[in-house]
T-cell receptor, first 116, second 116 residues
Framework: NAGVMQNPRHLVRRRGQEARLRCSPMKGHSHVYWYRQLPEEGLKFMVYLQKENIIDESGMPKERFSAEFPKEGPSILRIQQVVRGDSAAYFC??????????????FGPGTRLLVL | AQKITQTQPGMFVQEKEAVTLDCTYDTSDPSYGLFWYKQPSSGEMIFLIYQGSYDQQNATEGRYSLNFQKARKSANLVISASQLGDSAMYFCAMREVNTGFQKLVFGTGTRLLVSP
């Protein structure tokens, strides 16, 4: 059973370009979470999605950032007009269902975004 | 206020010895879950252990155990018989359930170095 998959693993963008990060959850998982990790810091929640729905985007910057989890295909985190401060590791996690205390979120390997 | 506090930026331990990594948390939600993740230098986030707020016994997973002291709001990770491969960053995280949110809130991490 494949784990959470993220691609690309590394992404280099120049300021002003767009970055698209993809996440395929574990098989059977319909809940996806995106987190950002700045250098030498812990992970910070960005957004929680279920298929075709954004459930909680309280951690996502209001501008330039968007996320989707379509009925078919991977979840996408999109960052428009990237700035140097967007350089970070972006992690996706998935879980099979919500509502229980112990529902573990399994993380992908992360995408390291570097903005030049 | 910090939800998750990890006061040890770095810890050193000799191989085969036990080590305790501290974690305190802050919540008014009676229903919550506590998680520990390991992040080796390769960058991925590996789930280690989970403790529920209503669990009567401390969680154990192989060489990992969680010293859960609810009244003190602490959830320390104990690694027994340390191995060189345990050298990594360790993150404590919490999920509150009754608020309806599914996000994990992470501490700033503890870097563990295991020496031969």
């Amino acid at each position: 059973n494949a784990g959470v998959m993220q691609n690309p693993r590394h992404l280099v963008r120049r300021r002003g370009q767009e970055a698209r990060l993809r996440c395929s959850p574990m098989k059977g998982h319909s809940h996806v979470y995106w987190y950002r990790q700045l250098p030498e810091e812990g992970l910070k929640f960005m957004v929680y999605l279920q298929k075709e729905n954004i459930i909680d985007e309280s951690g996502m910057p209001k501008e330039r950032f968007s996320a989707e989890f379509p009925k078919e295909g991977p979840s996408i985190l999109r960052i428009q007009q990237v700035v140097r401060g967007d350089s970070a590791a972006y992690f996706c996690a998935s879980s099979p269902r919500m509502g229980t205390r112990g529902e573990t979120q399994y993380f992908g390997p992360g995408t390291r975004l570097l903005v030049l | 206020a910090q939800k998750i506090t990890q006061t040890q930026p770095g810890m050193f331990v000799q191989e085969k010895e036990a080590v305790t990594l501290d974690c305190t948390y802050d919540t008014s939600d009676p229903s919550y879950g506590l998680f520990w993740y390991k992040q080796p230098s390769s960058g991925e986030m590996i789930f280690l252990i989970y403790q529920g707020s209503y669990d009567q016994q401390n969680a154990t997973e192989g060489r990992y155990s969680l010293n859960f002291q609810k009244a003190r709001k602490s959830a320390n990770l104990v690694i027994s018989a340390s191995q060189l491969g345990d050298s990594a960053m360790y993150f404590c995280a919490m999920r509150e359930v009754n608020t309806g949110f599914q996000k994990l809130v992470f501490g700033t991490g503890t870097r563990l170095l295991v020496s031969p």
